[in-house]
């Protein structure tokens, strides 16, 4: 499995931005699609974001698209959020996540079992 690290997160006031970043190792990063993961207290995780190895495909929930962007560095072995237009709902803990099969099996997916490797996660709280 990776390691992964998530950084960023904060306290940001409704209508701000917000950078997450994930650092990963332990895994051959450009063979593996990524995901960003949301867990607000009392539900479940849900899915944010995915994006392709070559990022030339990217999946969004419905509640972030055209708000939030996700993007690779696959030379500095890093995936980020970009988290525009926030709201008092977008809060949660932040996972970032690899597939747990590579790129020939998993080009890109939403399905949290598909995912296998996952940060400790990093506090997003949006005051309204």
């Known amino acids: 499995q990776a390691r992964l690290v998530e950084s960023g997160g904060g306290l940001v006031q409704a209508g701000g931005s917000l950078r997450l970043s994930c650092a990963a190792s332990?895994?051959?990063?450009?063979?593996?699609?990524m995901g960003w993961f949301r867990q607000a207290p009392g539900k479940e995780r849900e899915f944010v974001a995915a994006?392709?190895?070559?990022?030339?495909?990217?999946y969004y929930a419905d509640s972030v698209k055209g708000r939030f962007t996700i993007s690779r560095d696959n030379a500095k072995n890093t995936v980020y959020l970009q988290m525009n237009s926030l709201k008092a709902e977008d809060t949660a803990v932040y996972y970032c996540?690899?597939?747990?099969?590579?790129?020939?099996?998993?080009?890109?997916?939403?399905?949290?079992?598909?995912?296998?490797?996952w940060g400790q996660g990093t506090q997003v709280t949006v005051s309204s």
């Open positions: 994006i392709s190895w070559s990022s030339d495909v990217t």
């Open positions: 996540a690899t597939t747990r099969r590579t790129n020939v099996d998993i080009i890109i997916s939403r399905l949290i079992h598909d995912y296998d490797s």
């Open positions: 332990g895994r051959t990063f450009t063979n593996y699609a």
